[in-house]
């Protein structure tokens, strides 16, 4: 089931019609529909000029009842009457966005915020249904979405794919830094790449639940249509973007701009995901408003947006696209989340290229080991740095393409370049996941394995590297838990492409694959073991049994 972002609904989407009562009061609002995007719907209501084109009557004005889609499905009665005209009453009601409720204040620690029940007031579902089930996204959606990141630099990976995946659009950079809010003095964090940006539909489809095109596209690494919401979401209650796109197929450049905040749906008792969104048409130096529903819709977006959002005006919010050049997107996320301490989650203080994290991934004892062994360094550190991590995210990195972490370059890290005593060995599955035999020769991993150069001071430094089309998906997965000392030191590098990640993209489905997979690993790790540890100090394991047969055989 898809995922839409809508104005307010157009005669010929029939999803929310309404038949009678006063107008929503609602911006933009996030629904699970049976559409997976706008569509044609949206080209249909929005043009250049801001009118919006005519739907013929479906009935009661005299006029031919249409009764088909255009593939032959018949439509219900009254599917595409227009909606009632807008009472003045509820007009003046709507002017202004709502203000606060008390007693609404959210929590400011990530993994409390999701106690928010809404406003409890009983909903007239025929408001928004005509003679059909919907699906209601509620707000509390957004933070339970995000729970799927349990590691706070997992969220950031997220929006380091999405800026890579734009490299087939002529991105170049993506940045990461640290900003000011000019409201509340608060630390917020700025991601930008010159990718090549979202036209209004692709903002509304960034925006929804479940929508990715690339899933559609080879070599991307997103395909769930889900990071985006996850990520921001997990690293702070708000986020802001600014996108901007080259025109296409005649079209004028745009550019776009969409809040999704969590602060702004719990203060005002939202029980729906409202997103205000403005467009904009870029003709030679001028910036005109493309208005999709209505010039009062436009207004109060801009009104929501300024109210919720850092920056105090229309003026304020263009200033942001001067950093784009001719196209790219520029997130900011806002109300970072906070420890139990009342900390912010993340360390900006602790070194000034870096992000850093707090907590149980931080620890001490491991940062004053990565000083003394350094090519241990990765291994120690990537839990709670994003320079650390960030160098080896990625197998390889586009030629041309760098990530910027707070005005710094982050150099790419291979970590066989870690290694020594290094080993190449093949590994074919021999089974899919339904059971029959792969008899396709392309299938294979090579792993890579070694000692850490480190391994001769016997520090507890193991585990393997495994890879999905390019990105890092089980940093040092330690397969192997031995007694005492043996395993020690052994590193490995793989890029498996026929295991699926999970849908947060730090760990892999469970599947009978995987397990094959991971026998496979601890029996390499043994047998490398039982080997070479005398070549590091460890004791001969003469009496142990070593197995036989050949690794490349797979399972």
């Not at 590994?427 to 899919?432: E, L, M, T």
Request: proline residues 5%.
């Amino acid at each position: 089931m898809g995922s839409i972002v809508k104005d307010e609904p157009h005669e010929h989407q029939s999803p929310f019609r309404r038949r009678s009562g006063p107008p929503p009061l609602s911006t933009p609002v996030i629904e699970l529909s049976d559409s997976d995007s706008d569509g044609d719907g949206s080209a249909a209501a929005a043009s250049p000029s801001g009118k919006r084109s005519r739907v013929p009557d479906g009935g009661g004005s005299g006029k031919k009842q249409r009764t088909d889609d255009g593939a032959g499905v018949p439509l219900p009665l009254g599917f595409l009457d227009p909606f009632p005209p807008e009472e003045d009453d509820h007009l003046a009601a709507a002017v202004s966005v709502p203000m606060p409720i008390s007693g609404t204040q959210s929590s400011r620690q990530f993994w409390k915020a999701g106690d928010y029940e809404g406003d409890n007031v009983a909903v007239d579902m025929t408001a928004y249904t005509t003679g059909m089930d919907h699906v209601r996204v509620h707000p509390k959606f957004l933070h339970s979405n995000a729970t799927s990141h349990k590691w706070a630099l997992g969220a950031f990976a997220e929006l380091l794919d999405n800026a890579l995946d734009e490299v087939c659009h002529g991105a170049t950079y993506v940045k990461v830094d640290m900003l000011k809010n000019k409201k509340d003095g608060t630390n917020m964090l700025l991601v930008e790449d010159d990718g090549g940006g979202m036209d209004p539909d692709k903002m509304r489809q960034c925006m929804s639940l479940g929508y990715s095109a690339k899933s559609k596209i080879a070599n991307t690494i997103g395909q769930y249509g889900n990071g985006f919401k996850t990520s921001t979401m997990r690293l702070g209650a708000d986020v802001i973007v600014f996108s901007r796109c080259h025109g296409q197929d005649g079209k004028s450049p745009t550019q776009s701009i969409g809040m999704l905040s969590y602060t702004f749906l719990r203060s005002t008792g939202k029980d729906d995901i409202v997103v205000p969104m403005l467009d904009y048409e870029i003709r030679g130096q001028s910036c005109n408003k493309m208005v999709r529903a209505s010039q009062f819709n436009w207004d109060r977006n801009l009104e929501a947006i300024v109210q919720w959002s850092p920056y105090e005006n229309e003026e304020d919010l263009l200033q942001q696209f001067l950093s784009m050049k001719d196209q790219g997107t520029r997130i900011i996320i806002y109300s970072l989340w906070e420890d139990d301490q009342g900390d912010l989650e993340l360390d900006f203080g602790a070194d000034r290229y870096d992000i850093q994290i707090r907590g149980v991934n931080r620890d001490e004892k491991k940062i004053q080991m990565a000083q003394q062994f350094p090519n241990s360094r990765h291994f120690l550190t990537y839990r709670h740095s994003l320079r650390s991590y960030a160098s080896i995210l990625y197998l390889t990195l586009p030629r041309g393409f760098k990530i910027t972490l707070r005005g710094k370059d982050v150099q790419y890290h291979n970590i066989v370049n870690d290694m020594m005593l290094k080993q190449e060995i093949t590994y074919r599955p021999q089974a899919g996941p339904d059971g029959t035999p792969i008899k396709d020769p392309n299938i294979f991993a090579v792993v890579t394995i070694g000692f850490v150069k480190d391994a001769k001071d016997h520090i507890d430094v193991q585990g393997f590297n495994v890879y999905h089309k390019n990105r890092l998906i089980k940093p040092f997965w330690r397969v192997w838990h031995a007694a005492g000392s043996d395993g020690r030191g052994v590193i490995g590098l793989l890029e498996a492409n026929f295991i699926e990640p999970a849908h947060d993209k730090q760990g892999f489905e469970r599947t009978t694959m995987l397990a094959r997979l991971e026998a496979r690993l601890v029996h390499m790790q043994k047998q490398y073991w039982s080997t070479n540890c005398h070549r590091i100090g460890y004791a001969p394991r003469r009496n142990k049994k070593l197995v036989n047969g050949s690794f490349d055989r797979g399972n």
